[in-house]
Nanobody, 128 residues
Framework: QVQLVESGGDLVQAGGSLRLSCAASGRTFSTYRVAWFRQVPGKEREFVAA????????LYTESVKGRFTISRDNAKNTVYLQMNSLKPEDTAVYYCAAQGDYGLESPPLSRAGGYGNWGLGTQVTVSS
């Protein structure tokens, strides 16, 4: 098990940038693949981006391609989500999720049900 704490959410104007961080407890974070999801009230949690345990593979939902970048620093037990050219429709609570990955490295995972560890989320609000 790993504990996840998100940070970096804020109120920003459209066109602005934010960097979210997901800090993990434990010394084996490098064995976890990680993803970011987001949710707005009344809607299902939506996949945003995912990264393999080594950081060599990434996956994005279509609406954020070219604007968001997921990365990780395993030495710091942290995964980042750099968000540029933010739009009002990016407004949501952003959650970090992680799942252990052992043996041969698995590809990035977009399915929420595949993750067993979740943070409490950080609010991102983009004003028009």
């Amino acid at each position: 098990q790993v504990q996840l704490v998100e940070s970096g959410g804020d109120l920003v104007q459209a066109g602005g940038s934010l960097r979210l961080s997901c800090a993990a407890s434990g010394r084996t974070f490098s064995t976890y693949r990680v993803a970011w999801f987001r949710q707005v009230p009344g809607k299902e949690r939506e996949f945003v981006a995912a990264i393999t345990r080594s950081g060599s593979g990434t996956l994005y939902t279509e609406s954020v391609k070219g604007r968001f970048t997921i990365s990780r620093d395993n030495a710091k037990n942290t995964v980042y989500l750099q968000m540029n050219s933010l739009k009002p429709e990016d407004t949501a609570v952003y959650y970090c999720a992680a799942q252990g990955d052992y043996g041969l490295e698995s590809p990035p995972l977009s399915r929420a049900g595949g993750y067993g560890n979740w943070g409490l989320g950080t609010q991102v609000t983009v004003s028009s």
